[in-house]
């Protein structure tokens, strides 16, 4: 199966930006399914990780009001090309995907 | 403080033991989930950040459109050249749940942090950023025409 992650970086003067776009519904538990009628049920990525060479250099704790198919940027210093980064995430009925990628 | 987080990390291992859940014990104790299920913002605040000072900074700024179209995707941009962050959160006072997120940011991490939230209402986004062990906070209001929340 295709990943539910899609994980860019790039790199100007020492400072690396990473650009990530999860596919996940973040259903809050108040919408209402058109078809059943009936309250769906509340399904959210409630934690993110990303590792840097395998130390950790951002962790998100999420609610259910992030928007559905999450975005995340952020940046950090003292990644060199061909480092590794891998984000993972962790919803709340205890799914996970997980990527890896090459800093650039 | 050091006590109380100690006896937080026992209690939680102590849970561990009791409900035979095999969880390692850094994601039951993470996750916050009083702060979370807070309805109320100040409830929220309190929990999140219990017996902190919260004071307002001019170095943290809040990139979001002022009136939003659909509150179901509000793309937020935060920057802050605040020294030593080590998290910045996010909340929204007319939010069911007024907690949005929390992003904890290693020393190597640049004071930034860009996301898309979910807007019921008309409501003030409020950045939280922990920097130098002290809580500070900037906000700014936002107008929602249709609700994000359903």
Known sequence: MASTIRLKTKTNDGVTTVRAIIRHPMETGFRIDSETSELVPVHYIN??????????????????????????????????????????????????DSIETRIE | MLRRDTFKYLASGAMVLVSGLLKPIAALAKWNEAAFSAVDYDEAIATYYPNQKIKESEQISIGVHAVVENGAVVPIKVKTDLPNIESIAIFVDKNPN???ANFDLSPSCVGFISTRIKIQQASNIIVMVKSDGMIFSARTFIEVHEGGCG
């Open chain 1, 47 to 96: 934690e993110v990780i990303v590792k840097h060479n395998g130390n950790v250099v951002m962790s998100c704790d999420w609610s259910r009001a992030v928007s559905k198919n999450p975005y995340l940027s952020f940046m950090f210093k003292g990644a060199d090309a061909g480092d590794k980064l891998e984000l993972t995430w962790r919803d709340n009925e205890n799914n996970s």
């Open chain 2, 98 to 100: 007024p907690l949005i």
